[in-house]
T-cell receptor, first 111, second 114 residues
């Protein structure tokens, strides 16, 4: 079983739609979680950290449920520029500093 | 403030040759990480280094791959006797210190083995 699992998509949605991505993790040693965004053939860029209390950044909301080992990302009012691959990422801490990446979920927003 | 720099951006090698990938971390960052992304796959951790020290190389293949981060100069990922399966994007990231929770990625080096 992969340490971080995501639905690969693609998710094809019209502009203005709300879309939700889910992610599960198996390694309870992962202490921190993030969503990264990766555009085609580019480097991943940090989108936001994920907290149990939930956090929101503009149109983006992330949530972590440690009991279920489940992470989510909600994008409201999708824009064409949101088209990218969204990577669910866990950080193995305790001196390791190792990021564990999911394979990513592709989002395509169309007019 | 320049970001993480990697060079070359594209590298073509024939089977059996050596590949050297370079990474200069962001100014003030002393922790460097290398990740590999195979086509249509997610990024996989390879190695974590601090200046002159390898902290965690659990993701490095046992043979042909090595990494260093000398006191002066960039971090180097070296692949000896490359094979077609080494073709991938190699990303370097850096962070300012302990915790590593904010890793900033370079643009990557795309290695093609012919």
């Amino acid at each position: 079983r992969k340490e971080v699992e995501q639905d690969p998509g693609p998710f094809n949605v019209p502009e203005g739609a709300t879309v939700a991505f889910n992610c599960t993790y198996s390694n309870s040693a992962s202490q921190s979680f993030f969503w990264y965004r990766q555009d085609c053939r580019k480097e991943p860029k940090l989108l936001m950290s994920v907290y149990s209390s939930g956090n929101e950044d503009g149109r983006f909301t992330a949530q972590l449920n440690r009991a279920s080992q489940y992470i989510s990302l909600l994008i409201r009012d999708s824009k064409l520029s949101d088209s990218a691959t969204y990577l669910c990422v866990g950080l193995l801490s305790g001196g390791y500093n190792k990021l564990i990446f999911g394979a990513g979920t592709r989002l395509a927003v169309h007019p | 403030n320049a970001g993480v720099m990697q060079n070359p951006r594209h590298l073509v090698r024939r089977r059996g040759q050596e590949a050297r990938l370079r990474c200069s971390p962001m100014k003030g960052h002393s922790h460097v990480y290398w990740y590999r992304q195979l086509p249509e796959e997610g990024l996989k951790f390879m190695v974590y280094l601090q200046k002159e020290n390898i902290i965690d190389e659990s993701g490095m293949p046992k043979e042909r791959f090595s990494a260093e981060f000398p006191k002066e100069g960039p971090s180097i990922l070296r692949i000896q006797q490359v094979v077609r399966g080494d073709s991938a994007a190699y990303f370097c990231a850096s962070s300012p210190g302990q915790g590593g929770h904010e890793q900033y990625f370079g643009p990557g080096t795309r290695l093609t083995v012919t």
